[in-house]
């Protein structure tokens, strides 16, 4: 976080100050572990050991704050007996299909819940991410309460389930799959524990350390599970916090340019599903809680995007929406790139031939379009691969042999626009155009607008039933300037939405399913209230509390922690005076009573804590007044999901696609048994255990430089600063190959080899793993060949493998090391094909068994 | 013309004059002298006033001659630190964290500090380049016609890769165009780029979010 997110770290720093203990969790040491009081040196990709090792030590010792698990979590719920744990099936839960590679999740469910017939084996939405990520905002829904034990002895009560799941991530077992000293393990769950309860909490905060794994969405999973044990969720000084790397990455998220997710993580519609808006609502409608109002989001999106065209008559336009029929991820399009089924590809502010995986793929990908637009600041590596790229000096192609087109458009900064960046706490903030942009160069606003313009211009008179969605769109925004720039506020205007008489709306509870409303993302309605820009509110932080409520806005409802209901008991007091956050005061609305406290409650505003929801009521009606998660259907936390995580109900450690060791945990089972691979002949796979390939490497970021290099190797200051492209040694690794401090390394994967100056540094430290020393290797992945301060690319070592809920890629894999500067030209290809031979790497294909 | 006692002493008195000028001349001069103001004045060690001169009292923050300064936020990482951007001349002269943010309380980081450089950086293309299929150099291009251009090639491809349906299901979309990037936009400009994309029937949309 100090590397990373330096400016937020102070605020580590000051609680250290006021007596917190820091413990940093990471393979490298760096400037979090200097001055953190523990560091915790860990193999790469064993955090759910880890994680498991933690939760083990709190339910086989009950060690978990009681109260809070029971109200708030569903430890109590009774799971139907069909279930079966990775304990009993070697490390796979009941309903593998090993030719889909996926589950079944039916038998994962709450006892007495009805068969789910849209998960069919087979069906092609398995093998899409669609359905997981779509509760960004909200949970995916459970159709009944679940039946409960409130003793939690109930050998298929969530509770027990856990504790039998975990029940092999014992201190030592944590030891021979993490790393990490039996000694230092029982310091961290002692200080976890003793940090936690009614008086004090503990925040959970991580990067793509966490996330960039096959099974990504489970370490985080593990994490949350954690802090449910031990009552750290929505309340103040608690929670997981991630910590984001791009200015607008949640914002990108929020509103989204995915492929699943429409805005507000509405979902993309599925061609096996939903044909009509009340298919697509289906599923969700009328389910406890807020996202069971799902209709009254979808249609005033249709509203907003078609305007008067969208009528009740014509289900508001929904079939205007394309239909998804699987995988249409980044990683899967690249290999469709590579095959030839795209024509043309669209790069705003990304630059894949650094800093995606696999960039000799993704060159690849480019190098066989019809046409490219590259939209940056500067000449990135995505746009000049047909001149200078890796693959012109090894001779795989030829600059005269590519038919890409390219057009390079000039962006303009942050500077020379108005919009909105909403930060990794879901707070939106405007930042004003200072200058206009020069010569050519025009923000993304002004691009899409004036591309959208033209395109219906010459789409004007069309008769072809296809083309309406274009030409029924409401694409009039206010121009200004001598570019005719569109107006950003108009564009928040309609994003936060408008009611019957065209004002803008200040809650998503005014929302309407009639078409009377218009709102381009749900959650974000608000930020327009009172027809005032409120993400540019910017009253000084010291003129306010310490929550700041009037600095920006965040979502949903300028809430600024989210589920804070759960700040106070089930009677709605504060845990304790100490923590005090929300709370219920009896006095309030003439004594009817309602939600108060620092925060906006996240809760309804006058729902009584002791209220309990009518028989059979709906939406928002079905939320109990001790149920402080309220986009979940059962209104609880999950301990154990009995939906919407493709990959298992409970987080399970399988080692990274490429590892130098055997699982521990579960021999029979070594990978996520439901990720995603890519086989393809550019996207080979080391074999595991290779002594060709021994060593673990993993990629990461320093302080000074930003992701793929795009926006710092060209500043003088940052480029001093952080020179060349390096990789980061232990001194045994270095005596063991012959690597000089100072000197050169060529590292070699089954994808290709790199060069990289070697840093000999005691912060790399082996690691005793498995019966087996570990040594790890340490890339800042921030290179490329342009720019002024140059290097290779460390993401070209990568091999894609994704999550199955998120399809992001594995950052981790193996690799060899040796001294010395990397072959040039054809020989670069020899010297990989040398170690893919010795290694037993299959020629034509990548999949490997 | 001087001559005689009077004008002796006048010219003694001139001498005078000009030797008080010149020992004037010659203190102020060494008191000018930082070491000379350190070893006599109450600064030893010569870290306040005596290491002052006239030219460090003349000098100016060049923030202070700004003809505006404009409330920006930081475009690198996901904290959202406050910026201030000075703004002379139409051109940006400085960028520094903002002391009102509760978030940043006026800190930016080496990234955030070195901003000014990104956005006033000489390695910044600023006009359209355009690379013809086969090419071996950019070109230039108009950007109006390169907007033409593009927008014909969206048409085009739009409709050579057109479904109507997939494996019998209504999909109507379009699988011939695709985007990746970029999370350091705006939320108004995704905003944008979805609408449009989807309205074109594009399906493989992707951002930074999802790598």
């Known amino acids: ?849 | 013309m001087l001559s005689g006692p009077r004008a002796g002493c006048r010219l003694v008195g001139v001498r005078v004059a000009w030797l008080a000028v010149a020992m004037r001349a010659a203190r102020t001069f060494v008191e000018g002298w930082p070491v000379w103001r350190q070893l006599t004045g109450s600064d030893p060690l010569g870290r306040g006033h005596a290491a002052r001169s006239r030219a460090t009292d003349e000098l100016q923050n060049r923030n202070a001659t700004a003809d505006r300064v404009v409330d920006s936020i930081c475009p690198y990482c996901a904290v959202g630190c406050g910026q201030k951007v000075f703004v002379k001349d139409e051109k940006v002269t400085q960028i520094e964290g903002d002391p009102a943010s509760p978030i940043s309380r006026g800190r930016l980081c080496p990234k955030g500090s070195a901003s000014k450089q990104l956005v006033t950086s000489p390695d910044r293309v600023t006009t359209v380049r355009y690379r013809r299929p086969g090419g071996t150099e950019w070109e230039d291009l108009d950007l109006d016609t390169a907007m033409d251009m593009i927008a014909d090639r969206v048409l085009a491809a739009r409709r050579s890769h057109w479904q109507d349906e997939h494996d019998g299901r209504r999909v109507r979309r379009t699988t011939g165009i695709s985007s990746l990037g970029g999370a350091t936009l705006d939320n108004e400009e995704n905003y944008l780029m979805k609408k449009l994309y989807t309205a074109m029937g594009a399906v493989q949309i992707e951002n930074q979010a999802r790598i």
């Open chain 1, 1 to 849: 976080m100090a590397e990373c997110h330096p400016v937020g770290f102070q605020y580590v720093m000051e609680a250290k100050r006021r007596g917190a203990t820091i413990i940093h969790v990471d393979p490298r040491f760096t400037r979090t572990s200097a001055v953190s009081d523990i560091h915790v040196p860990i193999r790469a990709a064993s955090d759910i050991a880890f994680l498991g090792g933690l939760i083990n030590h709190i339910v086989s010792n009950e060690l978990d704050f009681r109260e809070y698990v029971l109200a708030y979590t569903n430890a109590a719920a009774i799971i139907g007996p069909d279930f079966v744990d990775t304990e009993d099936l070697a490390g796979l839960f009941s309903g593998f299909d090993p030719e889909q590679a996926t589950y079944n999740h039916d038998s994962w469910k709450y006892e007495g819940s009805p068969t789910d017939t849209r998960h069919k084996k087979g069906t092609d939405e398995d093998l899409d991410a669609s359905r997981a990520e779509a509760a960004g905002s909200g949970g995916p829904r459970v159709h009944i309460k679940p039946q409960l034990d409130e003793t939690l002895q109930h050998p298929r009560c969530v509770y027990q389930l856990l504790k039998k799941h975990f029940a092999r991530y014992t201190p030592e077992m944590v030891h021979e799959v993490c790393g990490i000293e039996p000694a230092q393990f029982q310091q961290v769950a002692d200080t976890l524990v003793h940090n936690s309860g009614r008086e004090r909490t503990t925040a959970l905060a991580y990067a793509v350390g966490w996330t960039h794994h096959s099974t990504g969405s489970q370490i985080i999973r593990a994490g949350a599970i954690l802090q449910l044990l031990l009552g750290n969720v929505g309340r103040p000084g608690g929670g997981i916090i991630a910590l984001r790397g791009h200015a607008s990455i949640q914002g990108s998220t929020d509103i989204p340019t995915l492929y699943n997710l429409l805005p507000g993580y509405l979902p993309m519609p599925h061609a096996s599903q939903h044909q009509s808006l009340d298919d697509w609502v289906r599923a969700d409608e009328g389910a406890a809680g807020f996202w069971g109002n799902i209709r009254d989001y979808g249609v005033s999106l249709l509203k907003s995007w078609w305007g008067d065209a969208a009528t009740a008559e014509n289900d508001f336009c929904f079939d205007y929406l394309p239909r998804l029929t699987g995988d249409h991820g980044t990683y899967r399009t690249v290999l469709d790139q590579i095959e030839g089924k795209i024509a043309g590809y669209f790069l705003v502010g990304e630059n894949p031939a650094v800093g995606s995986s696999n960039g000799k793929m993704q060159r690849r990908g480019l190098a066989n379009l019809d046409w490219l637009v590259v939209r940056d600041l500067v000449m990135i590596e995505s746009a000049t691969f047909w001149a200078d790229g890796p693959e012109i000096e090894t001779g795989e192609m030829r600059t005269a042999d590519i038919g890409t087109e390219v057009f390079f458009l000039p962006a303009a900064s942050h500077t020379e626009k108005s919009g909105t960046f909403t930060n990794t706490q879901r707070l939106l903030q405007w930042h004003h155009e200072a200058v206009a942009p020069p010569d050519d160069c025009r923000s993304e606003l002004w691009f899409y607008y004036h591309l959208g313009k033209r395109i219906r211009d010459k789409l004007a008179g069309s008769t072809d039933e296809r083309d309406r969605p274009l030409l029924d769109l409401t694409w009039e925004y206010p121009e200004h300037g001598v570019h005719a720039e569109p107006d950003a506020e108009a564009v928040l205007r309609e994003i936060n939405g408008t009611g019957p008489d065209g004002a803008a709306l200040s809650s998503y509870t005014e929302l309407a399913a009639d078409g009377s409303t218009r709102s381009g993302c749900w959650i974000y309605c608000g930020v327009y209230a009172d027809e005032v820009n409120q993400s540019a509110r910017r009253k000084p932080g010291h003129e306010q509390s310490w929550v700041a409520p009037e600095w920006g806005w965040a979502w949903p409802a300028n809430r600024r922690t989210l589920y804070n209901r759960a700040s106070a008991d089930p009677d709605g007091k504060p845990w304790s005076e100490r923590k005090a956050y929300v709370w219920w005061d009896q006095t309030l609305a003439d004594g009817q009573g309602r939600w108060t406290g620092h925060d906006i409650p996240d809760f309804i505003a006058d729902r009584h804590p002791h209220h309990v929801p009518a028989e059979g009521a709906q939406g928002p009606d079905a939320i109990g007044g001790s149920d402080p998660f309220i986009m979940m259907t059962d209104g609880k936390a999950w301990l154990y999901a009995p939906a919407g995580v493709v990959d298992g109900p409970m987080p399970t450690h399988y080692e990274p696609p490429e590892s130098p060791v055997s699982n521990p945990l579960y021999p029979d089972q070594q990978h996520n048994p439901a990720r995603r691979s890519y086989p393809h002949e550019i996207n080979a796979r080391n074999p595991d255990l290779s002594e060709v390939y021994p060593f673990v490497f993993t990629t990461y970021r320093v302080t000074e430089h930003h992701t793929a290099g795009g926006m710092s190797r060209t500043l003088p200051y940052l480029s001093e600063l952080q020179p060349e492209f390096f990789c980061e040694v232990s001194p045994g690794l270095a005596t063991e190959r012959g690597l000089e401090h100072l000197g050169w390394a060529t590292i070699t994967s089954a994808r290709t080899a790199i060069e990289a100056r070697v840093l000999v540094t005691d912060r790399m430290r082996p690691l005793r793993v498995a019966g087996q020393v570990v040594h790890q290797i340490g890339l800042p992945y921030h290179w490329g060949p342009n720019g002024l301060s140059t290097g290779d690319a460390a993401n070209d070592l990568v091999n894609v493998t994704v999550d199955p809920n998120v399809n992001i890629q594995d950052k981790v894999g193996t690799c060899a090391i040796a001294p010395g500067r990397r072959p040039r030209g054809p020989a670069l290809l020899q010297h990989v094909a040398e170690h893919r031979r010795r290694a037993g790497v299959p020629v034509d294909e990548g999949k490997t068994p």
